[in-house]
Every structure is written in C-alpha cells, then in structure tokens.
C-alpha cells in the first residue's frame, strides 16, 4: 500500500498540476439583526465621548464592512453620504465611501462595530445578515477604549432603520 501511494504521489508531481486544495469550512451569514428597534440611540460622536460602560444604542450608517468577520464602521449620520443630495458630488461613482470629506473629519465621526465570540475575538462570518454599505443602523452593545483612545462597540444585536436608494446605475459593492 506504501509503494502504491509513494508512486501515485510522484506520477502526480511530475505531472506539473498543482494539488487542489480543499476549500476552507464556509462560515455562515452572522445573523444579530433585532427584531425590533432598541429605541433611543446615541449618535457615534456622543457614544465616543461617552466611552466604557453599560449596554448603549448607537445609530449611524455603515461605512466599510470587515470582508469574513463581524466587524464594520458605522458613520455618525449627521454627516452626509457623498451624493446624497445637495452636495457637488450627485454623480459620485462611490457615494459609501464618503470621499467628499475630508479624511480627519470622517475618522473623528466614526465608530468601530465589533461581533465578539465567546473567545472574546471578533466572530468570523461571511456576512452581517444583509446589511450593507449606508444602511442606517442602530446597534445595541458595550462601549470599550483601548490604551490608543480608540473606541469600540462590542455589538449583541442590529437593527435596520432604513436602507437609502442610489441613484440609476449605480450598484453597492459585493
């Protein structure tokens, strides 16, 4: 049996093929949407100037979403999305990346959501339960601050408030 597998082995690697690979395990869909609205929510500049402690609802709209884990930005939503009306950027090809605002500007204003495992790390998933870029959101967990002034919120459920329209032709990043 040995010899039949050391020389099936070398037939195969002369063979030039690359060896497949098996496809890591999927990781299903995190699914913490709530079913029903958390009521009143902080806006992400008060709950970063609040900071640590109890259970807190932040709202805001997601800005970028953590491909394979549950972690994304949310935006406060006093500021507007690039093309969202009013401003020069009404044709903005990228309206979710808020590139009409200046880069301090938008980190001052945003807040990192993180789905946390009872490891403590952040949960690996292949979406957010059909979320995506600038749904506005209100998010139920615990704030955190890091030893960098960084602040986070350990998100235990969402809520979808509203999911905005774009304009004709223009398709939301997979």
Known sequence: MRRVLVIATLLFACSGEEPKK?????????DLLLKADPGE???????????????????GRIKTIVKGFASFQLIDQ???YCGSGGDSMEDCPTP?????????????H????DADGEDGKVMKA???????????VKV?????????????????????VERPNLREGLRWPE
Request: some cysteine; aromatic content about 4%.
């Open 41 to 59: 929510a902080l806006s992400v500049l008060v709950a970063k100037e609040e900071g640590p402690g109890e259970e807190v609802v932040v709202v």
């Open 96 to 108: 979710w990346d808020y590139c009409c605002i200046a880069g301090p500007v938008q980190n001052e």
């Open 140 to 160: 139920k967990g615990k704030l955190s601050r890091d030893e960098h002034d960084n602040v986070t919120l350990h998100a235990t459920g969402w809520f979808l």
């Open 22 to 30: 098996a496809a890591p395990p999927a990781t299903p869909p995190l």
């Open 78 to 80: 006093a500021l507007d």
């Open 110 to 113: 945003t807040l990192v959501v």
């Open 126 to 136: 292949s979406g957010l339960a059909g979320l995506r870029l600038l749904d506005l």
